[in-house]
């Protein structure tokens, strides 16, 4: 029988090796929350969670706004970028807990600039008179994702460096 040379995962000179990867995997879970509230007049209107912008699912309109109408089957519409976080997300999170650290760490940052892009896309496409009467605000979904993902890529960097000082050059 031969012992495996494997390091161990957390150890007591690096307690946050490995602790990314739970962390975007922790992630995954703001996709089922909230990602963006829009209001008209004050008034909440609808609150879609990160599932169902990334494959088009209908969200639940408040009932006073309900009777204005529904959106056509057909019109609903894939937010690709918020689809690709999501892919590029799962990636990262896979090749985190196969033990490509580095390439989780960079996925995830990718994941959260993709993200980040879709929001600032979203904001700034608003019309002048729908901008006027709307306001849509950030939902606690992607403040969540956003918020792992920056300690993810923190606790890697930090664990990466330390892992560089034990190493004899």
């Known amino acids: 029988m031969t012992e495996s040379t494997a390091?161990?995962?957390v150890t007591a000179d690096r307690p946050l090796r490995g602790v990314?990867?739970?962390?975007?995997?922790?992630?995954?879970?703001?996709?089922v929350l909230p990602f963006m509230t829009v209001s008209c007049m004050g008034q909440e209107v609808v609150k879609p969670t990160g599932i169902e912008l990334a494959f088009g699912l209908e969200s639940e309109i408040a009932p006073e706004f309900a009777e204005l109408g529904e959106m056509p089957d057909g019109d609903r519409q894939v937010e690709s970028e918020v689809l690709a976080g999501?892919?590029?997300l799962v990636a990262a999170v896979v090749a985190g807990f196969a033990g490509a650290r580095r390439l989780a760490t960079v996925l995830g940052v990718g994941a959260g600039a993709v993200l980040l892009y879709w929001w600032s896309q979203t904001t700034s496409d608003l019309p002048r008179e729908a901008a006027f009467l709307l306001d849509v605000s950030v939902g606690l979904g992607l403040w969540i994702v956003w918020l792992l993902i920056l300690a993810a890529t923190t606790i890697d960097i930090v664990d990466y460096m330390g892992a560089r000082r034990e190493t004899p050059a």
């Open 7 to 9: 390091p161990p995962i």
């Open 20 to 31: 990314g990867r739970w962390l975007r995997l922790v992630a995954l879970f703001g996709f």
């Open 86 to 88: 999501l892919v590029v």
